[in-house]
């Protein structure tokens, strides 16, 4: 079976995590899903859905774009 792209990236949301002094089991709590996906999120192995993810950059004070892969944020010239 083959997995879907992370439409983030695991590293920027520990990252930013760790940054404002959160426990997973406590960001888990302020979007409102369980520690274990949150973890799981935060480890890449579930894609956060759209909801989820702007919930995330919500309770860690930054953009949904701030929590992508480096392509999310390339502006393309043409």
Avoid: F, W, Y
Avoid at 54 to 77: F, N, Q, W, Y
């Amino acid at each position: 079976m083959h997995q879907r792209p992370l439409d983030h990236d695991p590293k920027r949301i520990r990252r930013r995590r760790v940054a404002a002094g959160l426990e997973s089991q406590e960001l888990a709590r302020r979007v409102g899903i369980t520690k274990s996906a949150m973890s799981k999120i935060e480890r890449g192995r579930n894609n956060a859905s759209p909801g989820v993810l702007e919930r995330i950059a919500e309770a860690l004070g930054c953009r949904t774009t701030d929590l992508m892969p480096d392509a999310a944020h390339e502006v393309k010239s043409t």
